[in-house]
């Protein structure tokens, strides 16, 4: 059965970081044509991209929002997907998932087909 299960959230001070992990439990390998990405959704808003990345080839894409801040990675030989969050700022809080996509790269939650159960991230000012 297909997963992916979070972890690494937690109560950060701004200006702090996290790590995020991602762990997916498949009846395969993460095939090299896929996509893994990070969302997030803070409460009473939409959920929206963060980063993600190509596993095959590792090009990575960022929300403007965290451009210069969060880091998108992956660890093949583990099937895990990370995101280094440093510089965090309270507008950062928020549940984050992380999710497959069959496309290679997108931005749109739509796109991709399965997700984790999301850990929390709370940043205090």
């Known amino acids: 059965q297909a997963q992916l299960v979070e972890s690494g959230g937690g109560l950060v001070q701004a200006g702090g970081s996290l790590r995020l992990s991602c762990a997916a439990s498949?009846?395969?390998?993460?095939?090299?044509?896929?996509?893994m990405g990070w969302f997030r959704q803070a409460p009473g808003k939409e959920r929206e991209f963060v980063a993600s990345i190509r596993w095959g080839v590792g090009n990575t894409y960022y929300a403007d929002s965290v451009k210069g801040r969060f880091t998108i990675s992956r660890e093949s030989a583990k099937n895990t997907l990370y995101l280094q969050m440093n510089s965090l700022e309270p507008g950062d809080t928020a549940i984050y998932y992380c999710?497959?996509?069959?496309?290679?790269?997108?931005?749109?939650?739509?796109?991709?087909?399965?997700w984790g159960q999301g850990t929390q991230v709370t940043v205090s000012s």
């Open positions: 498949l009846s395969g390998r993460i095939f090299s044509s896929a996509g």
């Open positions: 999710a497959r996509t069959r496309r290679g790269y997108s931005t749109l939650a739509s796109e991709y087909d399965l």
